[in-house]
């Protein structure tokens, strides 16, 4: 490792030295080693070594200084060749006057009130000369802690030396003097610090400012998906009637999406072609996807005493293979509403009410027979075709009707399950499809667009 001295015997090029503040990052470094140097032999009041040390750098036959301008000077480029003879010449200054303030007045011949102002002055430059070499807020450091630093601090020295030996005539003058430098010193040193905090600011603010001529960043703007608008739609309608909306697991047990629906271990629709059963592992009760959202007919009327009016939007799975009307996994909202006194015509007003408030006023419904396990009697409810009006069309295949969802009246023997009394108790139930409804009020012929998430298809919808 070369010491700060060894530098000197180098060429700037050899040291790597290519910018200016590099330049000034010399003279700090040379400056503590000098001032190190002094200031221990200052201490031992030795006035031979601080002779030599004075030969040593700047006066004796081959001086450190002399040697750092030839090296650092004559053989460096133009650009740094200004930079280094700034650095020297005020090094030269900088260690006179280092050896300066460990030495009393009166060898420096300053016993009068004319040449105490102009030491002090001459003082007061080379401070003002140190400070500009510091572009960084370290070295800044560095030459506070030269100046002011407790210990070996120039203002230190300088009322060590200088003030306390003062004759009692002088004394005043020197501490008014060296009062004056210390409030300069303190100043310019704050002065300095906050101009280069704000250049390196300012540095960062050119560096990270905006440009706002730039074009923006144009982020496409999403839409909800239109099965989430009919899910939102339809909720709004039945939250409009004092229904409540829950949700439920999507894996079910076997119980609740077909026992505690009347649906027994024989009946088709537990056919394995119809359901997604899951792999579990031995001994764990058999798992499947739901293939409606009736179990949570069952799971809402097991928690809750009646009265009882939900929905329950969800997904639910069967085996359907991918066509323009079937896909494995689809949408509906089971509709539950068990009280006292619930009759036929509550169930058909609520219909009517729905799907008049869903596709339209001119739209009629009609309840057509269908069976379903857990609803007794179950209808089909059918409305006139939102196309043609019911004139017929291609849509509803001219018959003027179109299937909207399955319902009908809670059977009792559900009641048995959850521990309702049958005797006491009746409601309806009902299960829309969500897709199969979607695609009606958009008049789509796949229901397989609605899974592609194609944002050509589903900017329509925007
Ligand atoms: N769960 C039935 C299905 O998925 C629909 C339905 C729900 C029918 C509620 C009647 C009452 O087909």
Redesign the pocket.
Known sequence: MPTTLDKTRQTLADLGVTRPEQVYQLFSELRSVFEAEVFSAAETQDGGKLLNIDDKWISGSRPILTEAWENWVDQSPTALQAPAKSVLSHLNRRFKLTLEVVRPLERLNALNPAAIAELFERVKEIFDRDIVLDSTLISLGVTRVSWVGRKNGLITWITERWLKPAKPELKPLVGQALNELKAHVEGALEARRMAIEAASDQGALAREREDLSLPGVMRPLGSRHPLRQTFEDIERIFLSLGYTVVAGPEIETPYYNFEA?NIPEHHPARDNMDTFYLAAPPGAGQRLLR????PM?IRTMEKQAPPVRIIVPGK?YRRDNPDATHNFMFH?I???AVDSDITFCDFKGTVEYFVREFLGPKVKTRLRPSY?P??EP?VEVDATCVFCGGKGCGVCKQSGWIEL????MVDPAVYGFVNYDAKRLSG????L?VDRLTQLKYNTNDIQLYFQNDVRFLRQFA
Not at 405 to 408: D, I, K, L, V
Request: net charge negative; proline share 0%; hydrophobic share 40%.
């Open positions: 629906l293939t409606h959202t009736s007919q639910v509906q089971e509709g539950l379903f857990f609803t179950s969802f399955g319902a009908g309806f139930a009902f299960g499809g």
